[in-house]
């Protein structure tokens, strides 16, 4: 989505703004970090190069675009405290990826190792005490808290002042609750090996079409003081977007280019995620093939062969089970572009957001 | 300090208020996440009874106090939304509890198993797909973070105003990060086996002190909007006595009648714990005794037996680190009580902090 995101500001003006606004933040915490003293600076600065190194900036772009929409100045007042608002978000990202890769056992993130894995290996290095992984995992636990606290820091110090800190108040709490509930299902979900669509779509609902649109959108539109018919045309159109995004995301975890999504192939299946495109699946192959049911059932979630993802690959598509979602994104993109024209967004919102839909929703494999 | 909590109030009401205002705020979420479904509500109904189960509520009742001492109304409109705010300090505390028991692979808390532990159990009872202990720390580190989100909630949505929200900005905010920089430190500490009294006291001014004494009162007395010559008292007042007690905590972590504390007798030598108190006798050893520092050394961090643990406790007695602490103890106390004295706190709230001192710091075993 990176030609996206410069809505009201030059071409990559807006990433570099929100680089400086986190960046600026995080010179602002300097103080009380060196205090402490004791190697914390200096993984405090492991949590700032992994939050200034990366990302799309998808939810601040979709928080800042929604505020433009409503109505918000670029060249006002309001929008450098706005744009600090916004770039928060990049701070309860950083908790979120810090925790989730704990939580998934992930070893790579934005081009390098994930920060528990970062820790685990200066704990080998030192030759320190106790066990290294144990102790990797623990510093990013503390570096995740920190992010999440950092995050309502910068919001509560953004100077927005405190009429808009009121209004954006439900939307910030329900977020940081919906998120946190989405991935809870998603890892329930995985454990009870969840065969329903609903399911799945619930995970979708929560941990990424509120986190990741819905309630930026919202976060936006709130900063400007927007009426209840602009908030509830954002929601449907951000709902709905996020969820094709995350429908698009399932069918790159298992069709995807590896050079493009720089995941192993297939990755989704060995991880065992319970996805709708799997949900899908499934249910077909119940319906008209109990075979390829009983092997998808046996397969996923194991250390599966790279000719067996293939095969595997080659069952969910002949099953239909990709056309269903592939049309599922359709008619969400639909849906959402024809709120979106029907609000009372700005005209060059409405176009802004059209092609954010397209860049998060389009196939690329 | 069971006695002490009640400032303002009839006895025990302190305590009860707390436990409605933080089961009210559980009943304000209900309604999110009910709609997030697929056993969140049971997820979330496991923190909320960790959180309306207990500890002693040391944090809202030093923030209550510190908010009467500097003129707060007990019976005054400001009442309500100023104990709610207090109250939030619990939730900071779940956080913490959850995620350092995850840290230090704790199994049991407030007489039960931890949270991990819990749900690791759920899992494992429930024959569900993968590890069940990595289970059990996922979600404990997701509803230990949703805990901070909420301690944020909570104070914004308190009531306290839009001026008492720009007093407590700072103090919140900076306790939270130094509570965390303390916990690394902690943790630090131990992968180094760290011998520096220095680094030791550094853990307890901001885990322990920062954290449970002065950032609580600072909170209470910026609620009151205080001047700066009280802050700054009882900001040394809550220092003193909260780095006394800690130290206090040290001796019992390893003296202590575990009839009384509710731990097994001379924890903190087998799990190696980087205390003063350990600091100190290292330092004596090392100078008169070079074999029992050479046997500390290699003893404390490893699963000694008890007949062990009884002869550490001897050394470490006999080279006068005991006395050593105590004395430190006795000076921190008496220091801190005489800034109380000479600052302009509420005669009422002297006599309660000066109370609320002694029970946290005085001999017990």
């Known amino acids: 989505m990176e030609a996206t995101l410069s809505v009201g500001r030059r071409p990559g003006a807006l990433e570099a703004e929100i680089d400086v606004a986190l960046a600026e933040f995080?010179?602002?915490?300097?103080?009380?970090?060196?205090?402490?003293?004791?190697?914390?600076?200096?993984?405090?600065?492991?949590?700032?190069?992994?939050?200034?190194?990366?990302?799309?900036r998808v939810r601040p772009a979709f928080a800042w675009t929604g505020w433009l929409g409503a109505g918000g100045d670029p060249r006002g007042p309001q929008a450098a405290p706005v744009l600090r608002t916004c770039s928060a978000l990049e701070l309860v990202q950083a908790c979120a990826l810090l925790h989730d890769d704990i939580i998934d056992a992930s070893t790579t993130r934005r081009g390098g190792p994930t920060v528990h894995i970062q820790f685990e290996q200066h704990h080998r290095d030192g030759n320190w005490n106790g066990d290294s992984a144990h102790f990797g995992e623990a510093v990013a636990i503390l570096l995740g808290d920190l992010a999440l606290a950092w995050a309502d820091d910068m919001v509560r110090e953004s100077g927005i002042g405190p009429e808009a800190l009121v209004h954006i108040s439900p939307v910030w709490s329900?977020?940081?609750?919906?998120?946190l509930g989405g991935q809870f299902l998603d890892i329930t979900n995985e454990a009870h090996a969840n065969?329903?669509?609903?399911?799945?779509?619930?995970?979708?609902?929560?941990?990424?079409?509120?986190?990741?649109?819905?309630?930026?959108?919202?976060?936006?539109?709130a900063l400007a003081g927007a009426d209840d018919d602009l908030i509830s045309a954002y929601r449907r159109f951000g709902t709905d977007i996020g969820i094709?995004?995350?429908?698009?995301?399932?069918?790159?975890?298992?069709?995807?280019?590896?050079?493009?999504?720089?995941?192993?192939?297939?990755?989704?299946?060995?991880?065992?995620?319970?996805?709708?495109?799997?949900?899908?699946?499934?249910?077909?192959?119940?319906?008209?093939?109990?075979?390829?049911?009983?092997?998808?059932?046996?397969?996923?979630?194991?250390?599966?062969?790279?000719?067996?993802?293939?095969?595997?690959?080659d069952v969910i598509a002949s099953l239909g089970a990709?056309?269903?979602?592939?049309?599922?994104?359709?008619?969400?993109?639909?849906?959402?572009?024809?709120?979106?024209?029907?609000?009372?967004?700005?005209?060059?919102a409405k176009q802004q957001l059209t092609e954010m839909a397209a860049a998060a929703t389009r196939r690329t494999y």
């Open 26 to 56: 995080f010179t602002s915490r300097r103080g009380q970090i060196d205090a402490v003293g004791g190697g914390f600076r200096e993984a405090v600065t492991i949590l700032e190069n992994f939050v200034l190194r990366g990302g799309k």
């Open 174 to 179: 329900a977020m940081r609750t919906e998120v």
């Open 195 to 221: 065969e329903s669509t609903d399911a799945a779509m619930k995970v979708n609902r929560y941990k990424t079409a509120a986190y990741t649109i819905e309630r930026p959108l919202h976060l936006g539109a």
């Open 244 to 313: 094709a995004f995350q429908l698009r995301d399932d069918l790159l975890g298992v069709f995807g280019d590896p050079a493009v999504t720089g995941k192993p192939s297939g990755d989704d299946l060995r991880a065992g995620k319970r996805t709708v495109l799997f949900a899908k699946a499934l249910q077909r192959a119940d319906s008209v093939d109990p075979e390829s049911a009983e092997w998808l059932r046996c397969s996923v979630g194991t250390d599966i062969s790279d000719s067996e993802v293939d095969a595997l690959r």
């Open 322 to 348: 990709v056309e269903d979602v592939e049309m599922q994104i359709e008619e969400l993109v639909e849906n959402a572009l024809s709120v979106l024209a029907a609000s009372t967004a700005t005209p060059e």
